[in-house]
């Protein structure tokens, strides 16, 4: 290694440059990377930021923060129905940060990176007076005018969900000391779904050809979905007992009904949120099934404002907030 490097080249060439497999990422060697989408083809953009103590506990495994980082945005692709390219990666580190931490966040990358197709272009190191903080802009691509927002929901749509809704939500309240009676196995569930999203790249396709809008759930469904329907100038009629909760998610809400709140408006849950016309819902059940992404028809686009979200004997559900928010 050369003696005129300063030790953030140092710590690019050792620990990040070995990510950077794109010709177009230039071995990191340069202030700037490339990339050209395919014919027919335009980018899809998106970056997030985590932050210790506020997305993950300061003393979570740097392989876990790093994999957390990288889903969240790759969470959002998939929601557009966009197929991953790469990312850059800005980390703010505070002094305590030693080797083995930057040793384990970098194999916790090259993981994610090998599964999920998505090599690292570049970005920024910077020593900061706070927490560890984590930014991944990402880009992707999609066909040419074809991406999924999510303000192109119709009156008569089919609202459905992927996965299992609230699970990271009771994950951070078992983290914070919440004392629901669970088996050690769904307890294991519910903090592995907080420490570590699993986003729906399998279900791009399927929604980019079915669905009308989509978006993903991050800071939790009811606030997600009242987005959705202010920018697409509808409402949503959502039967509550038909969001899918986990094994781990009904031992909780048995035990403490109140948490239903939680699981509905906690956020963190980083599935797809996505709306289907009447005509093509089979279609898309079938494609999700043959993509192994289960997915559940929830409710329904109608006209007026707002999601309303009803139990199973019609009664209406009030929230004291309906979503996370950081402000």
Not at 121 to 144: E, H, I, N
């Amino acid at each position: 290694m050369s003696s005129d490097q300063s030790p953030e080249d140092n710590l690019i060439a050792r620990y990040f440059a070995p990510l950077a497999t794109d010709p177009g990422a230039l071995g990191l060697s340069d202030d700037a990377a490339f990339i050209k989408p395919a014919a027919g083809c335009e980018l899809v953009l998106k970056a997030d930021a985590i932050v210790g103590g506020i997305h993950f506990f300061l003393d979570d495994a740097p392989q876990t923060i790093a994999a957390k980082a990288l889903r969240i945005n790759l969470s959002d692709l998939a929601s557009k129905g966009a197929k991953p390219l790469g990312f850059l990666l800005t980390l703010a580190l505070p002094k305590d940060i030693g080797e083995p931490w930057l040793a384990a966040f970098a194999q916790g990358l090259r993981e994610d990176i090998a599964t999920y197709k998505c090599p690292l272009f570049g970005g920024d190191t910077v020593r900061s007076p706070g927490p560890v903080m984590v930014s991944v802009a990402m880009f992707g691509s999609v066909s040419d005018g074809r991406m999924v927002r999510r303000s192109t929901a119709k009156p008569g749509d089919k609202v459905f969900v992927t996965g299992s809704i609230g699970d990271a939500a009771l994950g951070l309240g078992l983290r914070q000391g919440a004392t629901w009676p669970l088996t050690d196995a769904q307890r294991e569930h519910l903090n592995d779904r907080y420490l570590l999203p699993l986003p729906r790249g399998a279900l791009a396709e399927t929604v980019l050809h079915y669905a009308s809008a989509s978006m993903d759930v991050s800071d939790g469904l009811v606030g997600d979905l009242a987005k959705l329907c202010r920018v697409s100038g509808v409402a949503a009629t959502i039967d509550a007992s038909r969001v899918p909760l986990s094994a781990a998610a009904k031992a909780v809400t048995a035990a403490d009904p109140a948490a239903l709140e939680t699981a509905l408006t906690g956020g963190d849950d980083y599935e797809i949120l996505c709306t289907v016309s009447q005509a093509k819902v089979d279609r898309f059940r079938v494609a999700a099934m043959a993509a192994k992404v289960a997915v559940t028809e929830i409710g329904t686009i109608t006209e007026g404002e707002g999601a309303r979200f009803h139990d199973a004997q019609g009664a209406t559900l009030t929230f004291k907030r309906t979503s996370f928010s950081h402000f």
